[in-house]
C-alpha cells in the first residue's frame, strides 16, 4: 500500500517512514503543503497521512483542495492539536480518522490499514480469494489451513490484486504500490514477484492480462 | 470596614438634627422677643388706656374709699385676662384701686416705664405711668411665670412637629441613601457572584456618571488581564503542541528501535532518538527563556559591558555546536568601548542570533559576527550563508513557533523571537534581511551610551 505522509518535523517524517515502511507500507515523505499537494496530482496514493500544521499552511487546506476535487483517498489526520474540537473540525473537513501526537506507531498502522480497508469497501480486515486469506495486518497468509511464507514485497503485489479481486492492475501501479520515491524500480520485479507468488499458490491463481497488467482469476477459470 | 451608606446617614442625620436644633433655639428666641415686645405693647397700651380714661373721668377714682378697690370691673373672663393686674396708687403712697385679680402689695414701687418685681416669689413685669395732675400712678402688670408659658407653649408647638418629624427624617434619609446607593451595591452585588475567572465586561449604559468611570477602569483592567491570560493560555497551549510533535518523533524512533532487528535501523532511530532529546531540551530551555523574559516587568539595570568580549564568549560557548558540522564562526569588532547594557538579555539575544545562524549553515559554512558602532548606536549583526528566509516570510521569522520553508532541522521557531523581545525589554530592536547572493542577516541595534570609566 502506498502512503503518503505530510509532517514537517523532520525526525517524526523519518520515524513515520521507517516505522510505516516496516509495517509494510510505501511511504512517500513530504513536508509541506506545496509538496502534498504536487505528489497528490502526480500520484495515486491508497491513504494519506497529513500533519495540519505545515510551514506553508495548513493541512486542512490540503484536505480540503483533495475533497474538493472528489478525490476520495483516505486522509488520516496527524496532530498535536487533538481537542475534541479540533478533532471535529478535522473530520468534518473530510478527514478518515485523526490521530493525537504522541501516538502508538503500531496503532497508527492498523488506522491506516482499517482507513484503507474502509476505502475499498470492506469491512473485514483480511481478504479472501479462492481459499487464500491474506492478513494485513500480521502480514500473513493462509492456503486453505496451511500458512503460506511470502516476503513483503509478494505479500504487497497480492495484496494489491486482492483487495480489487475483478479488476484488471497494471503493472505500473503495481510497481507503484513497491517503490517508494527513493527507491530504483528494479525493471523487471513484479514478473519476479508474480512467478513466486504462482509457485506458491497455484499457477492458476493470478491471470496475466496481454499488454496491460495482471488480475485473479475467477472461481475454476 | 468603612461604609459610604453608613457614613453617608450619619453625616446626613447630624446635620440635619444641628440645623433643626440650631433653627429651634432661632424659634425660641425669636419668639421670646416678639412675645415680650407683644406683651410689653399690652402693658404699655393698657397703663395708658388707663390713665386716658382717669384723665377724662370716665371712671370716678374712690381717693377716699379705702374698702373695695374693683376700680375697672366688667372684664369678660377669659385666659388671658387673668394675666393683666392693674393698680392705681396716689402719688402719697396710697392704693386707690385695683382690678380684681391684682395683687394688694405694690406691682411696683419705680416710677414711670417698666419694671420688675417679685411679690411673694411670683415676678411681675409692671408699666408704670403718672399722672401728675390726678396725683396717681396707674401700674398695669402681668407674670412673667405666665409670659414664659406663653412663650413655651407657641415654641412648643413649633418645635414638637419638628422633633417628631425628625425620626421620619432619618428613615427617609437611610430609604434615599439606600436607593441612591444601588447602582454601586449592585456593581458590589455583581462583582462578589462573580467566579475568579470570569471578566466579562461589567454592563456600561445607564450608569450614574459618578460610578461609570469606577466601572470603565474596571472594565480596563478586565480587558487587559483577559488580554494578558488570552496570550499566556494561547502561549501555553502553543508551547504544549510544539513539545507534541518531538515527543511523537521521540517514540515512533523508539518503536522502529525495539521493533527492527536491522542493525542499520537500530541505530539510525537511536541516532535520532538522541538529537531529538537535545532538539527537545533547547525547545524547553528557550521555553523557559522566553517565560523568563516576558515575566520580568521590573526596568533593566544597565552596567559597562564590554560587547566584544561578550560576543566572544558566546561565540566559544557555540563552539562546539558550530565544530559539529564543520562551521567557522568569525568576529569583526569596530568597538572597544564598554557600553552600558542590560548583560543577562544583550547575550540571550547574541546567543539565540548565532544558534540560528549556525543551524541555518550549510556545512562547512561561515558565520560572521560584526560588532559596530555609531554614535548613538551599537549593532552586532549576525550573518550566516544559509539559504535565507523568503521574502514573503521575512516580516513573520520573528513570530514565536514561526518555522518557515526553509527551516533548520534542529529549529523550535523561537529564537529570533526570543532575541527581538529580548531587545525590546533593553531598549534596542532587531532587523532582519536575507544577504546577497545567499544567506541571512539578523542585526541586533540598541542605543549606544559609553559606560563611564
Not at chain 1, 502534498?36 to 480540503?64: C, E, F, K, T, W
Not at chain 2, 572597544?336 to 546567543?351: I, Q, T, Y
Request: aromatic content about 4%; charged content about 25%.
Amino acid at each position: 500500500m502506498r502512503i503518503l505522509v505530510v509532517e514537517d518535523d523532520p525526525m517524526l517524517l523519518d520515524g513515520l517512514t521507517v516505522g510505516l515502511g516496516l509495517a509494510g507500507f510505501t511511504i512517500d515523505p513530504v513536508s509541506s503543503c506545496a509538496d502534498a499537494s504536487a505528489a497528490i496530482a502526480a500520484q495515486r496514493y491508497d491513504a494519506i497521512v497529513l500533519d495540519l500544521m505545515l510551514p506553508d499552511g495548513s493541512g486542512l487546506d490540503v484536505l480540503a483542495s483533495l475533497r474538493g476535487k472528489k478525490d476520495l483517498t483516505p486522509v488520516l489526520l496527524l496532530t498535536a492539536r487533538d481537542q475534541v474540537p479540533d478533532r471535529i473540525a478535522g473530520l468534518d473537513a473530510g478527514a478518515d480518522d485523526y490521530v493525537g501526537k504522541p501516538f502508538d506507531l503500531d496503532e497508527l498502522a492498523a488506522r491506516l490499514r482499517a482507513a484503507v480497508r474502509r476505502g475499498t469497501g470492506r469491512a473485514t480486515a483480511s481478504l479472501e480469494w479462492r481459499g487464500v486469506v491474506l492478513d494485513p495486518a500480521d502480514k500473513t497468509a493462509l492456503k486453505g489451513d496451511a500458512p503460506v511464507k511470502l516476503t513483503r514485497r509478494e505479500f504487497a503485489v497480492l495484496q494489491a490484486l486482492m483487495e480489487r479481486p475483478s479488476a484488471t492492475v497494471s503493472k505500473a501501479a503495481l510497481e507503484d504500490t513497491l517503490y517508494g520515491w527513493q527507491e530504483e524500480v528494479e525493471s523487471n520485479a513484479v514478473e519476479v514477484h508474480i512467478h513466486h507468488l504462482r509457485n506458491k499458490l497455484g499457477t492458476d491463481f493470478i491471470k496475466t492480462v496481454r499488454g496491460f497488467g495482471y488480475r485473479l482469476s475467477e472461481e475454476g477459470a | 470596614m468603612t461604609s459610604i451608606r453608613s457614613r453617608l446617614i450619619t453625616i446626613l442625620i447630624g446635620t440635619t438634627g444641628l440645623v433643626w436644633l440650631l433653627a429651634a433655639i432661632w424659634i425660641y428666641q425669636g419668639t421670646r422677643s416678639e412675645v415680650e415686645h407683644v406683651l410689653d405693647a399690652r402693658l404699655t397700651e393698657a397703663a395708658r388706656m388707663v390713665n386716658s380714661l382717669l384723665t377724662d373721668q370716665r371712671i370716678e377714682l374712690a381717693m377716699t374709699q379705702d374698702d373695695d378697690a374693683s376700680a375697672v370691673p366688667g372684664f369678660v373672663e377669659s385666659p388671658y385676662q387673668r394675666q393683666l393686674s392693674c393698680q392705681i396708687w396716689s402719688l402719697n403712697g396710697k392704693l386707690v384701686g385695683r382690678s380684681e385679680n391684682a395683687p394688694e402689695a405694690k406691682l411696683s414701687s419705680a416710677g414711670e416705664g417698666f419694671s420688675e418685681t417679685t411679690i411673694d416669689g411670683e415676678v411681675w413685669r409692671v408699666y408704670t405711668v403718672e399722672n401728675a395732675r390726678l396725683g396717681v400712678r396707674v401700674m398695669v402688670g402681668d407674670s412673667v411665670h405666665i409670659r414664659d408659658s406663653l412663650v413655651g407653649g407657641v415654641v412648643k408647638g413649633l418645635v414638637l412637629p419638628g422633633v417628631l418629624i425628625l425620626p421620619i427624617l432619618a428613615g427617609m434619609i437611610w430609604l434615599s441613601v439606600r436607593r441612591g446607593l444601588s447602582p454601586l451595591n449592585m456593581m458590589a452585588d455583581t462583582l462578589s457572584k462573580r467566579r475568579a475567572n470570569d471578566l466579562r465586561e461589567l454592563p456600561a449604559t445607564g450608569l450614574p456618571k459618578e460610578i461609570a468611570p469606577a466601572v470603565n477602569a474596571l472594565n480596563g483592567l478586565f480587558k487587559r488581564v483577559e488580554e494578558a491570560r488570552e496570550r499566556e493560555r494561547s502561549f501555553t497551549a502553543f508551547a504544549a503542541h510544539e513539545l507534541k510533535t518531538p515527543l511523537a518523533g521521540l517514540k515512533t524512533q523508539a518503536q522502529i528501535a525495539l521493533g527492527s532487528s536491522d542493525r542499520q535501523v537500530h541505530a539510525n532511530a537511536l541516532r535520532q532518538i538522541s538529537a531529538g532529546v537535545d532538539r527537545t531540551a533547547r525547545l524547553v530551555k528557550q521555553l523557559l527563556d522566553l517565560t523568563s523574559l516576558e515575566a520580568s516587568d521590573a526596568a533593566p539595570v544597565l552596567v559597562p559591558v564590554d560587547a566584544k568580549a561578550l560576543v566572544d564568549s558566546t561565540v566559544g560557548e557555540l563552539g562546539p555546536l558550530a565544530g559539529l558540522r564543520s562551521i567557522k564562526v568569525e568576529t569583526v569588532a569596530e568597538c572597544d568601548e564598554k557600553v552600558m547594557a542590560e548583560p543577562h538579555f544583550f547575550a540571550l539575544a547574541v546567543r539565540n542570533l548565532l544558534e540560528n545562524a549556525i543551524n541555518h549553515s550549510p556545512e562547512g559554512g561561515v558565520v560572521t559576527c560584526c560588532v559596530g558602532q555609531s554614535d548613538t548606536k551599537l549593532t552586532v549583526s549576525i550573518e550566516d550563508d544559509g539559504s535565507g528566509v523568503p521574502e514573503p516570510e521575512l516580516s513573520r521569522v520573528s513570530e514565536k513557533f514561526f518555522r518557515g520553508r526553509n527551516k533548520s532541522s534542529t529549529g523550535s521557531g523561537l529564537g529570533l523571537a526570543i532575541a527581538e523581545i529580548a531587545m525590546a525589554r533593553i531598549g534596542g530592536e532587531m532587523r532582519f534581511q536575507n544577504r546577497q547572493p545567499q544567506g541571512f542577516t539578523a542585526t541586533l541595534v540598541m542605543p549606544f551610551e559609553k559606560a563611564p570609566t
